[in-house]
């Protein structure tokens, strides 16, 4: 089994900073693209990834804010959040593709989440 477990949430006035963290534990071989998504309501959406190599991907919206980095020893991935505004306010999941054993294909694996409130 894998578990992601994320910290890091909370409330944060406007223009305040944030951190969330997220490892990964379990029957790990690899660990292939690691991500952060939030959710609104209905609205599900991708915020940052970064690759096994380290390349990055960030929504429009938190680009220049959002830093999302990892630790390839701790099977750990974090999402520096500067500069926040009341529209960054969800609920933040965790997601990992992760391999479990040599043979195995990556499956897709989520946190249980963590809410983050920028107040105004």
């Known amino acids: 089994q894998v578990q992601l477990v994320e910290s890091g949430g909370g409330l944060v006035q406007t223009g305040g900073s944030l951190r969330l963290s997220c490892v990964v534990s379990?029957?790990?071989?690899?660990?292939?693209?690691m991500g952060w998504y939030r959710q609104t309501g209905r609205k599900h959406e991708p915020v940052a990834t970064i690759?096994?190599?380290?390349?990055?991907n960030y929504a429009d919206s938190v680009k220049g804010r959002f830093t999302i980095s990892r630790d390839n020893t701790k099977n750990a991935v974090y999402l520096q959040m500067s500069s926040l505004k009341p529209e960054d306010t969800a609920v933040y999941y965790c997601?990992?593709?992760?391999?479990?054993?040599?043979?195995?294909?990556?499956?897709?694996?989520w946190g249980q989440g963590t809410q983050v409130t920028v107040s105004s």
């Open positions: 379990g029957r790990i071989f690899s660990i292939n693209t």
């Open positions: 997601n990992a593709e992760v391999q479990s054993t040599s043979r195995s294909r990556a499956n897709d694996h």
């Open positions: 690759s096994s190599g380290g390349s990055t």
